[in-house]
């Protein structure tokens, strides 16, 4: 349910210019809820880093790597958490875990 949550921060970008209240939070764009369900799709780790390898097609593919120590409990769910963000956001991404090639 945490996913759906984060996607529902995400304000429209007509909205804000039809008022006056300034500039857009750089907690409601589209860049920051993606980060926010990224976060919250793997939570009993944490990430320690992240890369982004763009193809000579020009699609982008994101490299998450994954803390060691959380290694029991999520190596068996890195399959399911590829799909779920895939559905989610429509990115592609490779989840690894730190320490390991």
Request: charged letters at 25%; aromatic letters at 6%; glycine letters at 6%.
């Amino acid at each position: 349910q945490l996913p759906f949550q984060a996607l529902e921060g995400q304000l429209i970008k007509q909205w804000y210019q039809t008022q006056s209240t300034g500039k857009r939070p750089m907690s409601r764009t589209l860049t920051a809820v993606h980060e926010s369900v990224l976060d919250d799709l793997v939570y009993p780790a944490e990430i320690c880093g992240k890369r982004r390898r763009v193809k000579l097609d020009g699609s982008q593919q994101i490299k998450v790597h994954l803390e060691k120590s959380a290694q029991i409990n999520t190596e068996t769910k890195l399959d399911t958490f590829m799909a779920v963000y895939k559905k989610l956001t429509g990115k592609d991404v490779c989840f690894r875990i730190c320490g390991l090639s």
